[in-house]
């Protein structure tokens, strides 16, 4: 299952993504979404691979395998951890 | 099966003696340096005395000859090729062509006694080729500073930036300018903070023993000894699978002690010693030149804001250095920095710059402080030129669940209101204040964190339990995590062991950081102990013959669930612990996961300071923390957690700080000039914890461990200001910097 | 180096160790003796983990040398607790949650007993005063003190 998913990134990124700061991709699941964005925005794959947070509407979502619904709101941050 | 708030628990909430209080307070308890094994080596490190150099030559020759010396190492020991990460992380570990701070590892020797070694030590020679440094960050990011690393930028730098920025970031939303424009007032300011550091008690140690196959074990003191395991095998080239790494109790991390400094030296010096065991032990002033530290910073924040209090833009550029590696955490303090406000627009950039300076490690809640010292100081003095209450306009601005957070995403649910509101109702803020007093409040905020987490549980033949964790004990979690599965048990506190393990004994771990040991560790133990459970009643439905779904769990034994199910009479834990081996063997359970649902924490601090105008120095008259724990498991390590988060904030704000000589090496490198807050400097802290549960945990906890340190850093600034007017933009705020600002404002 | 033959009391019991000269008690009482109860925070007087009695003197261990201790008596944290029963302090610290990593812990006690050997009604002040010699990173002090004000407050016979 996939469908329509808009992935907001932090605004610097924005030079592997001619200039769109919010991307529409299709996908079904985080893996996909990431996969998507590196196979349209080639630049962006060295930033992928080092590790992001992916953020679902208003949920960290750590399992690649885990569904993206229809229609959310995809956030990348900078990958969180702590002290 | 998220708890509501009224939900009264029978343990959870409770304040009993912590397991291993018994062997902590009789010298038992064994730490990092207490382990010996037949056979041991010591060990001792060359270190550079140079900023920055680079190595023409290291001769061992007279320490090799020296009678006891069984091994010595240099970088040409370690094997080549590596990138990334791993390449940064063998760099650190010891020099290769150039020395970059201070202290940085050049050569290592084990021999038979600590003395043997430090005398070995001294006989390595090493010629050094002295090169030009820098050590402040604004120096740093200029275009013409000494280059600390070439191609160490990664992808996020856009071309044509300074040589020594590594990563780039820029991230925001809504139009900025349009909400400067909607203000009454707009204010930017520029603040810095120096790098400081963790200051655990405890100095690393670690005993690892290598043999020629590549087979090898560590003993260790670490906040997570998985990232040891990889670490370490990582800058060897070993198998991860054949390093078994045992953590010791820990005397401190606070984040110091989640990564490798001397480490790999152990287990290179044990397999060229033909496979002896080699104990490292970092004195004091190793620990300050080459472990930790924070990263310093240099930041300009712009507000707007109404004549009424209402926030309308923000803009904060924030520029870090963590010595000479990337990772300063520029990111979490500009995501941090806005986070307890509601921001219609905003915009974030931040540059992680090199400096001739030791590699920072984490510390608590990274980034936040900085973010929160530069943001909550300009409010505080946007609120005064305002003559507005700074707690009214939090609040005001405040932001809820379902908010969009200034750095991007929803908020899920938080509690920064009910900590507001508890901030507000505190009979500290009724205090009278006297001449050259004042009164400094701010909140600070951090994410939580997640992260591989593997637990098991078994049940004994007497129905007691034991837990096997891998999140080692820093603060208590031992106590709160067997509340939480005794109470799920339906057992008594004491018949639950938890046990912090070794790698070979879990699935992968990521350290206790991040304030994930109780939430993370403490949810899998909940979940292994509901695995367990439904082991016992499917035992209990087989005896009586029913279905397992018609037997339920309460109190700590199996009953049928309804008239419906039969009448039989529960079955106690014990009872069917007693009966395992006959009745499928035995009982346990586990598990696996990254546990989803963490909950995020805000706290609110307000202190009151006197000043001294005759020497300049700060005394905290009263210090309240008020911060939301989500539930608190068992609330005195809760509360132990605001008052070391909030102390370790009070040392960064008055007095610590790295100090550079014009020779770039670190000149306070022992404690009695790296000062950290004693007994005679503080009051009691007074904390209220605020509960407003987590509804991604079981017991609706949030992790505590991070946000405490936040506040401290502007509250006290806020409150010199309440106290004698001057306004201080750079930590530490040390007598002599608030004498030289009541100087000036004469 | 030659070594010096050291016999001395520790915590009431004779021993014997031989002694490098540059050794601190410290690394005697820990790598000669096995007593790794006490701590090394720092190794030049300033953290106090070290804390030990010599002939009843509070000291920093790690600012004695161990052919100092020839002939004298030395009270460390593993003779704190006498036939068993936990001395009061101890108790304290574990009720209070004084300890978070336990690290300074051993120095914070022997420390402070020395205090409530010679003053059993010691001030709030008094007490931060005399335990800043010891430096703990956790706990923020707040609780450590209440421990020690509380176990004070047993010594003399009141209820807690
Ligand atoms: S180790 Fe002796 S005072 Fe710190
Ligand atoms: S409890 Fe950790 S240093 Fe005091």
Known sequence: MSGAVSVHLWSSLTRFTDGARVVAVEAGTVGQVL????????????????????????????????????????????????? | MAKDGLTEFRLVGTRPDRPDGLDKVTGRARYGADISAPGMLWAAVVRSPHAHARIVKIDTSKAEALDGVKAVITRADFPEGLTGEAWNLQENTMAGDRALYDGH????????????????????????????????????????????????????????????????????????????????????????????????????????????????????????????RKMCTDVLGLDPAQLRVTPS????????????????????????????????VMTRSEVLRATGPTASASMDVKIGMTKDGQITAGRAEFRMQGGAFPGAP??????????????????????????????????????????????????????????????????????????????????????????????????????ELGPNQGRGMASGYWFNHSGDTSVSLAISEDGTAQVSVGTPDIGGSRASIALMTAETLGIDYEDVRVNVVETGALGVNEPTHGSR??????????????????????????????????????????????????????????????????????????HESVPEGVGASFGTHVVDVEVDPETGRTTILRYLVVQD?????????????????????????????????????LQNTVFLDYRIPVASDLPMIDTVIVEVPNPGHPYGVRGVGETGITPPLPAIANAIHDAVGVRLRSLPMSPPAVLAALKAKE | MSKTHVTTKVNGDTVEFLADPRASLLDCLRDNLGLTGTKEGCGTGDC????????????????????????????????????????????????????????????FLVAAKALLDQNQNPTEEEVRYWLAGNLCRCTGYDKIIRAVMDAAAELRGEAA
């Open chain 1, 35 to 83: 996969e998507a964005l590196s196979g349209a925005y080639p630049g962006l794959e060295p930033i992928l691979e080092a590790g992001v947070s992916v953020v679902i509407d208003d949920e960290l979502v750590t399992d690649h395998h885990s569904a993206v619904p229809e229609g959310a709101e995809v956030y990348l941050m900078q990958r969180i951890k702590g002290g």
């Open chain 2, 105 to 228: 590892a050049v050569a290592a020797v084990a021999a038979t006694s600590a003395f043997v070694a430090q005398d070995a030590a001294r006989l390595i020679e090493v010629e050094y080729e002295v090169l030009p440094h820098v050590i402040d960050v604004d120096d740093a990011i200029k275009p013409d500073a000494p280059v600390i690393r070439e191609g160490a930028a990664d992808a996020t730098v856009p071309e044509g930036m300074p040589p020594n920025v590594v990563r780039y970031m820029e991230f925001g939303h809504g139009d900025v300018e349009a909400g400067f424009g909607a203000a009454d007032l707009v204010m930017e300011k520029t603040y810095k903070t120096e790098a400081t550091h963790q200051g655990y008690i405890e100095p690393h140690a670690c005993m690892g023993q290598m043999g020629e196959d590549g087979r090898g074990e560590m003993w260790v003191c670490t906040q997570g000894h998985w990232f040891i």
């Open chain 2, 249 to 280: 109790e820990i005397g401190g991390g606070f984040g110091g002690k989640t990564t490798i400094f001397m480490e790999p030296l152990s287990l290179a010096l044990s397999k060229k010693a033909g496979g002896r065991p080699v104990k490292v």
């Open chain 2, 330 to 431: 520029v990111d979490f303090a500009l995501m941090c920095g806005f986070a307890a406000y509601k921001m219609p627009a905003v915009e974030h950039i931040g540059y992680d710059v090199l400096a001739n300076r030791p590699r920072a490690a984490a510390y608590r809640a990274p980034g936040s402080p900085m973010g929160a010292f530069a943001v909550e100081s300009l409010v505080d003095e946007m609120c005064r030129e305002l003559g507005l209450d700074p707690l009214e306009v939090r609040l005001k601005n405040a932001v809820h669940e379902g908010d969009k957070a200034s750095y991007g995403p929803k908020f899920g649910s938080i509690g920064l209101e009910e900590v507001l509101q508890a901030t507000k109702a505190h009979p500290n803020l009724l205090a």
């Open chain 2, 517 to 590: 040991a109780t939430f993370a560790s403490g949810k899998a133990a909940v979940m292994a102990a509901e695995q367990a459970i439904g082991e016992m009643c499917r035992r209990a439905a087989a005896k009586w013959g029913i279905d397992p779904e018609a037997v339920e769990w309460v109190d700590g034994a199996a009953q049928p669930a309804g008239p419906n199910a039969g009448k039989f009479p529960p079955m106690t834990i014990a009872e069917i612990a007693a009966k395992m081996s006959s009745t499928g063997g035995p009982i346990a359970g586990h």
């Open chain 2, 629 to 665: 724990a989500g539930r608190a498991i068992h609330p005195a390590y809760v509360e132990g957690q605001y008052q070391g988060g909030a102390v370790q904030g009070i040392g960064w704000a008055l007095n610590e700080a790295y100090i550079y000589g014009e020779d770039g090496r």
């Open chain 3, 48 to 107: 106090g983990a070290c804390s030990v009695t010599l002939d009843g003197t509070l000291v920093c261990s790690c600012l004695v040398l161990g052919v100092e201790a020839e002939g004298r008596e030395i009270g460390t944290i593993e003779g704190m607790a006498e036939d068993k029963e936990l001395h009061p302090l101890q108790r304290k610290f574990i009720e209070h949650a004084a300890l978070q990593c336990g690290f300074c812990t051993p120095g």
